[in-house]
């Protein structure tokens, strides 16, 4: 990408045709816990029990029972007192008081191709996506700025950056997109383990970084922040007798959507809040308070003072 700048131009450019008039009233938005939502999005799987909901660490021993291997990487403490992150996650792990953390979320049913997913999380009704319907219900929160961006740069960290500049813009819903390429980035469809500490870093730092900054622009009380994936990875082996052969399997591998995570600060968030459980066994399914991608997306309209289906909301995680 160009400069900043340069980005933010582009950006903004048609935003007049963007900014029309909202199709609700802000006085419906008395309730209203924040005005704008970053969604940070990570395509490709990104592993649950490897990430924000460890289970007990295993290294690897060839010949292992496949059935064992959930979380490849010690598990450290974060900012919130029983709340714990796989190494790698330090920085995310200090914001975390910042936050609340879903680990009971349930992916769609069928297939799990990724084009399915995406548009599962994504779409809502004609709109292609659902943070692009917010946004016209609601319109801008400033004419010159656009109501909804979505920013995919080659680094995700840059991608964060801007998405902070667009909410100091005005712009009222910003997805940043890590990007997606087959079996590349978190496509892990082997080495796993081995992959996972560069794509740890290559999330860690920004969003923590994120967070922190409109902390200290005074800007997160009003922004809801939320980092998901479209699915979360297991073991590839399967069976109840497989086993680990050799390092390239080692890790997780296969597409899964019996659980995954959501991280959201900020905006009407409960700070500190743990909601759902997994299984500390294969398959680590959830066994508590599972949600799903509409409970979600319910529950962002809801922060932002929209109207959201009775019983959808997770009110648990919020403030």
Known sequence: MNNRREVLKTLCAGAASLGAAPLVDASSRLCAK????????????????ETFDPKPHVAFKEGMPAREMLTTWPSIP?????IRFTQGLEQIA?????????????????PLLHAAHQRHWMEAGDE?????????QMGPRNTDAPAYVCIEDSDFASGCDYALAMIECGARFIQVDYGYTPFEKWDTHEYGHRRLPALKRSIDAPVATLIRRLEARGLLERT???????FSRAPLCEGSNATVSDERH????????????????????????LFG?????????????PVSVADVRATIAFAL???????????????
């Not at 292609?128 to 016209?136: C, E, I, P, V």
């Not at 080692?250 to 809040?273: K, N």
């Not at 003072?305 to 403030?319: D, F, K, N, Q, Y």
Request: with cysteine.
């Open 34 to 49: 924040a005005d704008a939502v970053i969604f940070l999005w990570i395509p490709g799987g990104l592993p649950h029990t």
């Open 78 to 82: 974060t900012a919130v007192t029983g």
């Open 94 to 110: 200090s914001v975390m008081d910042r936050g609340a953390l879903i680990r009971s979320l349930v992916g769609a049913s069928g």
């Open 128 to 136: 292609k996506h659902f943070g692009a319907a917010l946004a016209r």
């Open 224 to 230: 809801l922040v939320v980092l998901a994936s479209e």
């Open 250 to 273: 080692f890790g997780l591998h296969a597409h899964f959507a019996g659980a995954g995570c959501v991280l959201l600060f900020g905006g009407g968030v409960r700070r500190g809040a």
């Open 277 to 289: 459980r997994t299984a500390d066994t294969h398959p680590s399914i959830v066994i508590e308070n």
């Open 305 to 319: 003072g929209l109207s959201a289906p009775e019983g959808a909301v997770i009110r648990g995680i919020l403030s």
